[in-house]
């Protein structure tokens, strides 16, 4: 178990294309990454955390959204592809990689992701509300795309600011 460093905006590689987990990558070194993602998010007190969020620009995320139902929502998610997006939602949403950073976002309130498992078995998840937001943010991170892309014109002006603010005064580490 070794803890990964976690890269903040605006370092280059959470803007670029994740490249594909070949299925010959499939294997001890996967399962140990995965292993170190989920102890990065845990002490990070993250809900999910994606491979370009700690340098690595592969598509690859890892998830677990407790639920009230203490149902077990605790995924890695290899390749994952949105099949499904419906409805919409706004909510609160946060980053590791943009600490200090929380804004009511929209995303879609359902969506279906398929994906593969650590073994390399492809799944499908329906998910709804948190989960849902949560699958779609972390897929986002896969296709470069972080949630500030995904803020109002207005929000996003603000948090910029507000980040120039933290990297100014040594607080954006
Ligand atoms: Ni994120």
């Known amino acids: 178990m ?3 460093k976690i890269v903040l905006y ?3 590689v959470l803007t670029t294309l994740g490249k594909p987990v070949g299925e010959e990558e499939f294997g001890e070194n996967l399962q140990t990454l995965i292993e170190d993602m989920f102890d990065t998010m845990y002490q990070a007190n993250g809900v999910g955390l994606a491979a370009p969020q700690v340098g690595i620009s592969k ?3 890892v998830m677990d959204v407790s639920l009230e139902d203490d149902k077990s929502n605790k995924f890695a998610m290899i390749n994952p592809e949105i099949i499904v ?5 706004f909510g609160d949403e946060g980053c590791l990689s943009f600490p200090g950073i929380y804004t009511k976002i929209r995303r879609e309130a359902r969506t279906v992701v398929r994906f593969q498992d650590v073994f ?4 499908e998840l329906d998910c709804t509300d948190l989960s849902a937001r949560c699958v779609l943010h972390e897929t986002d ?6 949630f500030l892309d ?8 603000l948090a910029k600011r507000k980040i120039k603010k933290l990297q100014n005064t040594g607080k954006w580490e």
């Open 141 to 146: 991170h896969c296709d470069g795309i972080v």
């Open 120 to 123: 390399g078995i492809t799944q």
């Open 59 to 61: 598509r690859i995320f």
């Open 150 to 157: 995904r803020m109002t014109m207005l929000k996003r002006e």
């Open 85 to 89: 997006q419906e409805g919409e939602q």
């Open 10 to 12: 605006p370092e280059p």
């Open 2 to 4: 070794a803890p990964l």
